[in-house]
């Protein structure tokens, strides 16, 4: 079993920043049992879930939502188990509460970006962007 849990969410302005972070813990998010990609997805009000980047296990290969791409950068850190997402230039469409996941990966550098992949999830956080 992998535990996930976020931290970072709040209230920000427009054009503001923000950054989370995905602490994982639990016996087999270790790279001696297995390797794990990461991603973060947000949910809107009354919307569904939406992808919003993902990172391999090995960091060498990330993948964005084009609503995302240019403003946001995933990251992480293998040895904190924790992986990041930075957060700038926000709009107001970024409202959601964010969640991280994580899935087990067929090599250290594959990258997942659908939901229906991901086997772990953490509760989420909350982000407000006021214009």
């Known amino acids: 079993q992998v535990q996930l849990v976020e931290s970072g969410g709040g209230l920000v302005q427009a054009g503001g920043s923000l950054r989370l972070s995905c602490a994982a813990s639990?016996?087999?998010?270790?790279?001696?049992?297995?390797?794990?990609?990461m991603g973060w997805f947000r949910q809107a009000p009354g919307k569904e879930r939406e992808f919003v980047a993902a990172?391999?296990?090995?960091?060498?290969?990330?993948y964005y939502a084009d609503s995302v791409k240019g403003r946001f950068t995933i990251s992480r850190d293998n040895a904190k188990n924790t992986v990041y997402l930075q957060m700038n230039s926000l709009k107001p469409e970024d409202t959601a509460v964010y969640s991280c996941?994580?899935?087990?990966?067929?090599?250290?550098?594959?990258?997942?970006?659908?939901?229906?992949?991901?086997?772990?999830w953490g509760q989420g956080t909350q982000v407000t962007v006021s214009s």
């Open positions: 990172i391999s296990w090995s960091g060498s290969n990330t």
């Open positions: 996941a994580a899935t087990t990966s067929v090599n250290g550098a594959y990258v997942y970006t659908r939901l229906v992949e991901y086997d772990y």
């Open positions: 639990g016996r087999t998010y270790s790279s001696t049992y297995s390797s794990y990609c």
